[in-house]
């Protein structure tokens, strides 16, 4: 077999185990005791950088979770913030947000059952921060999306954003291999950082500081995860070593962490 076969191959087999050990990780946090509904070691680890939205919210401040699936993001928030909403299109997620949310020591939220695309149900000027966490690069009707949230926002607000970076060095080699270099399949779109500030500006928004890089982009992330589902010690130490890799090479984030603020009404 020629070396360009064999090297596309090998980048095949790495995708799809990855794919099963990332699945299976989410499975083992239940069935291990670590979480009383299946769901990523991330959200369980306590690690400090999966938390970075809190410092940016105030207490008693109304906020949006756009896009919550299972409520993780949307519960922290809610821990200090002042009325606080989650919005999803996945019933099957809003059913673990809602049991999360009934468990030891959890804070009412608001959950609602609604396509992002068509539309925010809530007034202008409802929130002072939205939390748009992983999802944009879901969403085909993006631009639109942010409008939407630009509305609701108060003039004040800031909108919270991550997204993924599609330029590593990881996702080259596989779309030099003519393979699909999305993190999920059901991405719509992955961006370079300018194409990203390009989407917030159509939108009405500017990023406000630096934006922050996530962990590095390892091919055998699925298998960190993995880990997770069985010891968050360990899968806390290598975490934490995908965070340092990703601050000393940051063109290999697999995303950004990105502040925004409104600086122009849309058009």
């Not at 969403?139 to 800031?158: C, F, T």
């Not at 699909?180 to 719509?188: A, G, I, M, R």
Request: proline fraction near 6%; charged fraction near 20%; hydrophobic fraction near 40%.
């Amino acid at each position: 077999m020629p070396a360009g076969q064999l090297d596309r191959a090998y980048l095949q087999a790495v995708i799809h185990l990855n794919r099963l050990a990332k699945s299976a990780a989410v499975r083992l946090t239940r069935l291990t005791g670590k979480s009383r509904v299946p769901i990523h070691p991330k959200h369980l680890a306590n690690l400090s950088q999966s938390r970075w939205y809190l410092e940016y919210v105030e207490p008693g401040q109304p906020v949006l979770d756009v896009g919550c699936g299972n409520g993780i993001h949307t519960l922290r928030v809610a821990g200090r913030a002042g009325t606080t909403a989650g919005l999803d299109y996945n019933w099957h997620h809003l059913q673990m947000a809602k049991m999360l949310s009934n468990g030891p020591g959890a804070t009412a939220v608001t959950f609602l059952l609604g396509r992002v695309e068509q539309g925010l149900p809530f007034a202008a000027g409802a929130f002072q921060r939205v939390l748009l966490l992983d999802v944009i690069e879901h969403l085909h009707q993006r631009v639109e999306l942010l409008r939407e949230i630009y509305r609701v926002l108060r003039p004040e607000g800031l909108l919270l954003l991550s997204a993924p970076n599609s330029h590593t060095r990881w996702k080259q080699r596989l779309r030099a291999a003519g393979l699909l270099s999305y993190t999920d399949p059901d991405h719509k779109v992955e961006y370079c950082w300018d194409e990203l500030v390009a989407e917030l500006r159509a939108g009405g928004f500017e990023p406000r500081d630096k934006p922050m890089p996530i962990v590095y982009d390892t091919p055998w992330a699925g298998f960190i995860d993995l880990t997770g589902g069985l010891s968050l010690s360990l899968y806390r130490r290598l975490s934490e070593w995908k965070r340092q890799m990703a601050g000393r090479y940051p063109d290999d984030t697999t995303g950004w962490r990105v502040v925004c603020c409104k600086v122009a009404s849309p058009s």
